[in-house]
């Protein structure tokens, strides 16, 4: 087994729904600096589009791999799956009023950073059920530039996928027993965010 034919990633599900749960926890009345006009919705449709983007950015390390090919072939071998990196973007991104992010710096700075971490946090909480992987071949040098070790299955919470070159080979029922449960997961964070969001409200309101 090749390194490039196991998936060691949460599916976009997952990011896309702990941004999603960032979003409901950090919204901000107004938040979109560029957007002052809009509606609420639109406004938190604005903040949920820009941090789901954010959320799934480092997988785009499956990029360079189309050149050779092979879509994993540097997918979560890269830099861009590391906390340094995501310390740096939020640094860089946060000095931009984009719409949907709270017009605060220091504010859009903190939610960008969790977002950022967020994907990388979870990519190595991927363990394998088939006992195919070793730290070396689907660990994440999340500590980078800091700790070059790699790491993998922190805490047991997703399971790895199977993918192979071949696209077709991705459609199979571990598959579909991995993305299910990855929804179910995310489905409850999204829930429990806004059932946080509410209870804070009501008791801010209380105040
Ligand atoms: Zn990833």
Redesign the pocket.
Known sequence: MLANEIS???SPLI?TAVAGAIAVITYREPSGCLSKGCEKGSQFFFLFLVVAFIA?L??L?FIPGLLFGNLLQF??HLL??SLGLSILLAFLVSHFGLPGLPCKKSYRFWTLLLVGCS??L??ICVYDSLGRCTPDLCG?AVGWPVISKKYFAVIPLFEAANLGVDLSSWVNWHNARVVAKEFVFGLLVVLAAIRLRRTSSRLNSHH
Do not use: G, M, T
Request: charged share 20%.
């Open positions: 060691n990633l949460p990011h799934n480092p997988d390390d997918h979560h861009s799956h994907h990388p979870l990519d994440i």
